[in-house]
């Protein structure tokens, strides 16, 4: 991927650099000759394909784009057990992790046991706050006593040692079915399937667990039909089940847990999303209704991503954690109505909890200046445990710096989570606070992390933390963001946004479009709701309308209603406002500066 370098322009009113992506004519005009308009090729050409070529990007299908499941280690050794487990009539239990990708894991997994004619799979997720992340001695020792002879651990397990040698200790086999960071080994197991094992081939470590338990499923079918299983006599099925009825969970669970949608992640929710707006599982339908999706509708990756994910989320978050994978799963349109209910109660309380949590820690950071005050916010907060991951993200929104919400624990230490920015890998610097003795514990990846540390901790912690900040690309050139293309006011059309339909589903690695407009007149603004401000922009006979949201009575708001008839650049993400029948296209305001040649 080719970017501008920045050139010598007015500040950004987030105090931002702005870069624009550089069209690469060639691929250009690869891209239109599979088909797309010259508008989304020219704006899709600055951007990395996710290592396909233009006729696999516009139509992903999975038949080409995944794997033999046996190019995985372990993954042979989990098939042929799990076949062994189900002739024998055995049985098998699923543990998996109480969020949404853990939720869809365990769908796709007993969802294709019942179409085996398996009944009465047992399910077991750990509580978020009592017993932490991933299978415990505790609860696999109490699945072995309720009778499961294996157990199936999804998006988890693969850093579980001492729980699994208990589990093996006691006579439960156990096949792990993950994508998370691996250590050197991997604990004693049937099978340990994970992509990102350190002893794994690379290409498909940017699959989730849903995706990788869907590939598991295709291997166990494929290990069943080896043996003539399916024949149809006492009780077996006839036909394997149509895996491609799975792909609607593959495709929620992929959304939600934000992972790359390039090369296979792309096909399957590409894929996957047709069957989601089928609504044929009773809990997606009461979900969707619940979360205002409109029920002739197709469902869009938004929707997985901003509906049907947080409330799947909020049971793991302030409730019962099975809720979601238990909706998700009911056959019966009553109970999945209730479950349903009860996941959108649990998001209003948890909405209103990570309110108060945000609230606080945005008072904590009064004095900063976002975009120019390059330091950590640490803000300790009375708050729920279950919240505070979506509240360091909405804080590190305000501050345009890496950002970590604390709350105190039931044993007195604070336990929280970390959101960083581009060019600062905070995972990578908890980890090294872990090692030098400043927390007691914590890790993470290049933008996200969790810890915990004592509360006299905290201050060498943040000194520490700040000192690695000062060190990294974020110090020195603060927040960038990335445009695909520049354009006037002129420029933009219904017809060319239209033509950008065929880019998605968007996501992580395949980002909604977004533009920088020139030199655009600030004709107009309005308020409305009393939060947000309506921008109306000319450049000529052409006017647009642009829409920023939580702005009104903030310094940014202030700074933009100061603009008012001056010319400036607004870089946001193009749409279109249908209106009594009018379409028109309008933009979503991400930031603005002045215009070169306008002073503030």
């Not at 500040?11 to 690869?30: C, E, F, I, V, Y």
């Not at 932490?132 to 199936?152: D, I, K, Q, S």
């Not at 360091?392 to 920015?421: C, F, M, Q, W, Y």
Request: proline fraction near 7%; charge should be negative.
């Amino acid at each position: 991927m080719n970017l501008r370098p920045p050139a010598t322009e007015p500040a950004s009113l987030k105090g931002r650099l702005w870069r624009t992506r550089q069209p690469r004519a060639d691929l250009s005009r690869a891209l239109e000759r599979a088909g797309l308009d010259p508008f989304a090729a020219r704006l899709m050409s600055g951007r990395d394909l996710g290592g396909v070529g233009p006729e696999a990007f516009l139509k992903p299908t999975i038949r080409d784009l995944m794997p033999d499941p046996s190019r995985f280690r372990d993954m042979d050794a989990g098939a042929r057990h799990i076949a062994d487990r189900i002739i024998a009539g055995g049985q098998v239990g699923v543990w998996s992790d109480y969020d949404a990708d853990g939720a869809t894991s365990a769908a796709v997994l007993i969802s294709f046991l019942r179409g085996l004619g398996v009944r009465g799979v047992p399910l077991r997720i750990p509580d978020r706050i009592l017993e932490g992340y991933g299978p415990n001695t505790p609860g696999l020792l109490a699945m072995r006593a309720e009778g499961c002879e294996t157990v199936c651990v999804l998006d988890a397990g693969t850093t579980a040692f001492e729980p699994l040698a208990a589990a093996r200790a006691a006579g439960l086999d156990v096949v792990v079915i993950d994508h998370h960071a691996a250590e050197e080994t991997v604990p004693e197991a049937i099978a340990v399937i994970n992509p990102n094992r350190k002893d794994e081939a690379p290409g498909f470590g940017h699959l989730c667990a849903a995706g990788m338990t869907f590939i598991f499923c295709v291997a166990v079918a494929r290990e069943l039909r080896a043996r003539s299983w399916f024949d149809g006599r006492d009780g077996r099925p006839a036909s394997p089940p149509d895996l491609m009825r799975l792909l609607d969970l593959v495709a929620l669970g992929t959304v939600c847990d934000v992972v790359p949608l390039t090369g296979l992640n792309r096909a399957f929710v590409a894929r996957g999303l047709p069957y989601l707006s089928e609504r044929n599982r009773p809990g997606v339908a009461a979900l969707a209704e619940l979360a205002g999706v409109s029920p002739d509708a197709p469902m869009t990756a938004a929707d997985c991503g901003w509906r049907l994910g947080p409330r799947i989320n909020a049971g793991g978050r302030v409730a019962d954690p099975t809720l979601g994978a238990r909706c998700l799963l009911a056959e019966d349109s009553v109970e999945a109505r209730a479950l349903a209910e009860e996941l959108d109660q649990c998001n209003r309380d948890r909405k209103a909890l990570e309110e108060s949590a945000t609230e606080q820690a945005i008072a904590q950071a009064a004095d900063r200046v976002p975009g120019r005050d390059r330091r950590s916010l640490i803000a300790v907060v009375d708050g729920h445990e279950g919240v505070v991951g979506i509240s360091a993200a909405r804080v590190r929104e305000a501050v345009d710096a890496p950002a970590i919400v604390l709350t105190r624990d039931h044993e007195g230490n604070l336990k929280g989570s970390a959101r960083s920015v581009p060019g600062f890998d905070i995972g990578q610097a908890i980890i090294e606070a872990r090692k030098a003795g400043l927390i007691v514990k914590g890790g993470g990846h290049g933008m996200a992390g969790g810890l915990t540390l004592t509360p006299e901790q905290l201050v060498p912690f943040q000194a520490f933390l700040d000192a690695e900040i000062a060190k990294s690309p974020y110090f020195e050139a603060g927040v960038v963001t990335e445009a695909d293309l520049e354009l006037s006011v002129r420029g933009l059309s219904v017809r060319d946004i239209d033509a950008l339909a065929p880019l998605e589903p968007f996501g992580t690695a395949n980002p909604e479009p977004v533009l920088i407009l020139r030199g655009a007149e600030l004709r107009e603004i309005r308020v409305l709701k009393e939060k947000h401000l309506k921008l109306t922009l000319g450049e000529g006979g052409v006017t647009i309308d642009a829409l920023i949201w939580n702005v009104v009575g903030t310094p940014l708001g202030e700074a933009i209603l100061a603009l008012r008839g001056a010319a400036i650049d607004l870089l946001g993400k193009p749409g279109i406002n249908e209106f009594r029948g009018n379409r028109s296209p309008q933009m979503i305001i991400e930031d603005l500066r002045p215009a070169a040649g306008h002073l503030l």
